[in-house]
C-alpha cells in the first residue's frame, strides 16, 4: 500500500495512558492508515487539524478546553474533508449525535479493547474509501436536463416569445431542476480543475460535494464546469461549500481547483448573464499550485484567420492570472503578425479588463507611462506601436497582479490586526476573525501561512503568550488575573498553554524572576 492509499489520522484524548496505548498498540500502517499527531485537549487537537490537515481525527467526546462537539464544528469550518470518529460513554450517545451535520462518520463506545477498535478503525477506513470512490465515478450518463441547462447557460437569448421566463421555468420543472423549490434564488460558478479539460464524471462529482450545501447541477463547457447552484434563501454556506470542494479535489485527484462565482440572481433568464460573470471572476484565479498554466498556441495553417474572440479570451486570461514568461510569448506570437486589427484588440482588451478593476486615475498613469497619448499611433511606425503595447501589456499585469497580492495582504494585516486588538477575548478565534473578514476560515488559514508563516491559533496564542509573560515579569497581578487579560477564563488552562510554549509554569517563571503571585 503506497503513501496516497494510506489516510493520515490524529488521534485526541485527554486519557493518558488510553491515547498512548492507542497511538502504540494499533498496527496503523497495516490498516491503511498514518498516525501524524495525537493531543491531549481540544485546543491542542484544533490545532493540530489546522497545521495537519489529516483525513481522520479519532476523538473523545469530552475533553477539556474544547468539547468534542465544539471541536467537530470547528474542525468542519476550517477542514470540511476531514472525517472524525468518537470515542464516547454510554451516556455521551445521545449527545454526540447532536454532531450527525459534521463529518461524524462512527461512534465508538469505551471502553473499547484494542482488537475491537482495530475492526472499528478497519469499518471506518472503508467508509472514507467509499466517499472518495464515489467522487471519482460518481455520474457517467448525460442526465436529461444538461441538453436545457448548457445552452441556457452559454447561450444569450433574447426572444422573449419563444423563451419567455414562465417557459423556462416550466421546463426546469419538467425536467425536475429544483422541483422542491417554489422561487428559487440562483448562483452560477464556473470551476476550474487543474489544467485539462473537466469529464463529465467530475462535473458529476462537483454536484455530489456541492449538493450537500445546496441544491447543484453541474455541466461541462470547454476548460470548465459550469454549476447552476439554487437555494430558498440565502447563499451563507457557499464559503464552506467551496473549501470543501477545493479540499475534495485536491485530495481525490491530486489538482488544484479554482472557482469563479456570479451575483445572486431570481430568474431562469439570468443565467447566461450570471455565466459570464462566474467565467469573468476565474480569470482572477491565480494559477494553481502544480504551476500548470498553457498558453494556447498560435494556428499552424497558413493565412488562418485570426479569431478575435479567442484572442481577447486568451489575452485577458494573461492579464489576469499569467506569469510574465507567458504573457511574453503570448505576445510574441501575436506579434508576428502584428496588423492594425491586432494591435486594435489588444489594446481594446487591455483597456476593458483594467476598467474593471483600477481607478480612472490608474489608467490614465499607464497611458502616459507607455507613452500611448505622446503623438497618435498613426504617425508612428509599426514595430514603435507594438513595442508600446507590449509594455502596456506588462505594466497592466503588474498592476492586476499587484492587486491579487495587496488584496491577499490586506486581509492577513486585518486579521493580524484583530489577534492584536482583541486578544483577550476569550472567544475569538479563527471562525469569528473569518466571519468579519467575510471569507471561510479555511481561505483564512491557509493565506495566514503563506502571509505571516504560521497559522492563525498558533499566531493567537503566539500574541497571548508573549503577553502573559510581560505581565508575570513587570506585574503582581494574580495568575488568574493575567489569564483573563490574556483570553483564558480557566487557569488551569492558561497554565497549561503558558507550560506547553515556555517549558514553564507562570509560577516557575515568576520563582525565577524573584517574584512572587499566584
Not at 161 to 172: F, H
Not at 254 to 277: I, K, N, Q, Y
Not at 310 to 320: H, S, T, V
Not at 372 to 395: D, G, K, N, V, Y
Amino acid at each position: 500500500m503506497n503513501e496516497k492509499e494510506r489516510y493520515t489520522v490524529v488521534v485526541a484524548d485527554d486519557e493518558t495512558e488510553l491515547r498512548e496505548a492507542v497511538c502504540q498498540m494499533i498496527r496503523w500502517e497495516d490498516i491503511g492508515f498514518r498516525l501524524v499527531g495525537s493531543a491531549g485537549n481540544g485546543s491542542d487537537a484544533l490545532q493540530l487539524v489546522e497545521q495537519l490537515q489529516p483525513d481522520l481525527l479519532l476523538s473523545d467526546i469530552r475533553m477539556p478546553f474544547i468539547s468534542g462537539l465544539e471541536l467537530a464544528r470547528q474542525v468542519r469550518e476550517l477542514r470540511p474533508m476531514t472525517h472524525i470518529a468518537f470515542l464516547s460513554g454510554y451516556d455521551d450517545f445521545e449527545y454526540a449525535q447532536k454532531a450527525i451535520d459534521y463529518n461524524v462518520v462512527s461512534y465508538l463506545l469505551k471502553p473499547i479493547g484494542m482488537a475491537d477498535l482495530t475492526q472499528a478503525l478497519v469499518e471506518i477506513r472503508e467508509k472514507i474509501s467509499r466517499h472518495y470512490q464515489s467522487l471519482l465515478k460518481p455520474r457517467s450518463s448525460r442526465p436529461g436536463w444538461e441538453s436545457f441547462l448548457l445552452p441556457l447557460l452559454l447561450d444569450d437569448f433574447t426572444d422573449e416569445q419563444e423563451l419567455s421566463e414562465e417557459a423556462l421555468s416550466a421546463t426546469g420543472k419538467a425536467l425536475e431542476l429544483f422541483p422542491d423549490l417554489r422561487e428559487p434564488k440562483f448562483l452560477v460558478l464556473a470551476s476550474r480543475i487543474g489544467a485539462q479539460t473537466p469529464t463529465m464524471e467530475q462535473a458529476g462529482a462537483v454536484d455530489l460535494i456541492l449538493s450537500s450545501y445546496y441544491p447543484a447541477r453541474s455541466v461541462c463547457a470547454g476548460r470548465q464546469i459550469l454549476t447552476l447552484f439554487a437555494s430558498p434563501e440565502d447563499f451563507s454556506r457557499l464559503p464552506l461549500a467551496l473549501d470543501e470542494l477545493g479540499q475534495a479535489v485536491s485530495r481525490v485527484w491530486g489538482l488544484s481547483c479554482a472557482t469563479g462565482v456570479s451575483r445572486p440572481f431570481d430568474r431562469w433568464s439570468g443565467c447566461h448573464g450570471a455565466c459570464r460573470e462566474a467565467v469573468d471572476a476565474l480569470r482572477f484565479s491565480p494559477p494553481g499550485t502544480d504551476g500548470i498554466r498553457r498558453v494556447p498556441q498560435a494556428g499552424d495553417g497558413a493565412g488562418e484567420k485570426l479569431d478575435l474572440g479567442a484572442l481577447d479570451e486568451k489575452l485577458e486570461g494573461l492579464l489576469r492570472s499569467g506569469s510574465k514568461s507567458e504573457l511574453d510569448g503570448c505576445l510574441l506570437e501575436l506579434g508576428r503578425d502584428a496588423g492594425d486589427l491586432v494591435m486594435i484588440q489588444t489594446m481594446a482588451t487591455v483597456f476593458r479588463v483594467l476598467s474593471g478593476a483600477v481607478t480612472a486615475e490608474q489608467i490614465q498613469d499607464i497611458r502616459c507611462r507607455c507613452h500611448l497619448e505622446r503623438e497618435p499611433f498613426s504617425q508612428l511606425p509599426a514595430q514603435e506601436c507594438w513595442r508600446r503595447i507590449l509594455q502596456l501589456c506588462q505594466t497592466a499585469r503588474e498592476m492586476l497582479a499587484g492587486q491579487r497580492r495587496d488584496g491577499v495582504s490586506l486581509l492577513c494585516d486585518k486579521a493580524l490586526e484583530d489577534i492584536n486588538r482583541n486578544y483577550m477575548d476569550e472567544t475569538l478565534s479563527l471562525s469569528t476573525v473569518s466571519e468579519r473578514l467575510h471569507v471561510s476560515p479555511n481561505y483564512l488559514s491557509a493565506n495566514m501561512k503563506k502571509y505571516a508563516g504560521d497559522t492563525f491559533i498558533n499566531l493567537l496564542i503566539k500574541k497571548r503568550m508573549e503577553v502573559a509573560e510581560e505581565l508575570l515579569k513587570t506585574t503582581n497581578l494574580k495568575i488568574l488575573e493575567v489569564a483573563k487579560k490574556c483570553g483564558y477564563s480557566d487557569q488551569h488552562y492558561f497554565s497549561y498553554c503558558f507550560k506547553k510554549y515556555f517549558g514553564v509554569s507562570p509560577v516557575g517563571l515568576r520563582r525565577s524572576e524573584g517574584r512572587s503571585g499566584t
